[in-house]
């Protein structure tokens, strides 16, 4: 399948996971958090899609939250499915993006080495 391609669906799942995840349509209080999707990575046969998603909060909320959407994955999925058209859904997997928070620290060690 063509980059572009993929390009295209990679930026179109993005928007509806997005509209998904800010309507909080699967309901659950848990997701509460401002969850932001930092990046997508689809495979080439368009089966699967890796989704980092990043938001505030320590280890024990990150662990959480994506425990709950991998366990949502199969209904997001079908979700999509209405939203989108492709011959088949792609099977969902999420995991956290720690790169804000790295971010911060390599910012805040940088700082300190300049008084």
Request: net charge positive; proline share 3%; charged share 30%.
């Amino acid at each position: 399948m063509s980059e572009i391609r993929i390009k295209k669906i990679e930026s179109l799942l993005t928007e509806k996971l997005s509209e998904i995840l800010i309507k909080n349509e699967l309901k659950d209080p848990r997701l509460e958090e401002f969850i932001t999707i930092s990046k997508l990575i689809i495979s080439k046969d368009l089966k699967l899609v890796k989704v980092y998603i990043s938001f505030m909060g320590d280890e024990e909320v990150h662990t959480t939250i994506v425990k709950v959407l991998n366990n949502a994955a199969g209904f997001i999925q079908g979700l999509l499915g209405k939203r989108i058209r492709l011959k088949h859904t792609p099977k969902l997997v999420f995991y956290t993006d720690h790169s804000i928070e790295e971010g911060f620290e390599i910012t805040k060690k940088i700082k300190g080495l300049f008084p």
